[in-house]
């Protein structure tokens, strides 16, 4: 099934999901890449500087990993397409309107955002006022 182009439909019914573990970045090495098979990630990313990593406090925790922040991860349950325009800008301003930082994930079928887990709540509150529009 395609996902969901449409802006308004998107925004309405992002159905915003809050994880309850806590989300840390990390970023390693080529040289430690063979520790990367013992390590359970959400996501990864390749950059010049190295590999970075995202992944509950706990792993990090459990394998040694440094890390600056936790998170708190919002998943949005609407399937939006990978071609979809505006979803990214909309809760962007719209968290930057409450002085909310966000980092965000897209994925196949669904786009997450991590929030300081100070600001989870009102990250919340404030992705509900789409649907309230």
């Given amino acids: 099934m395609p996902g969901e182009k449409n802006l308004k439909q998107l925004l309405q019914t992002l ?14 090495d080529s040289s430690s890449i063979d520790k990367l098979r013992k390590i359970t990630t959400i996501a990864t990313f390749q950059e010049k500087e190295g590999l970075s990593l995202t992944l509950t406090k706990l792993e990090a ?14 998943s949005f349950n609407v ?13 962007s301003k719209k968290l930057t309107e409450k002085n909310i930082s966000a980092n965000i994930i897209a994925a196949y079928h669904h786009d997450h955002i991590f929030i300081s887990q100070v600001d989870a709540e009102r990250a919340l509150l404030a992705l509900a006022e789409f649907s309230d529009a």
């Fill in 15 to 28: 159905n915003p999901e809050l994880d309850p573990r806590l989300y840390v970045f990390c970023t390693i």
């Fill in 61 to 74: 925790d459990k394998h040694g990993l440094s890390y600056e922040g936790e998170f708190k991860l919002i």
């Fill in 79 to 91: 399937h939006s397409s990978l071609d979809a325009v505006g979803m990214t800008a909309a809760i």
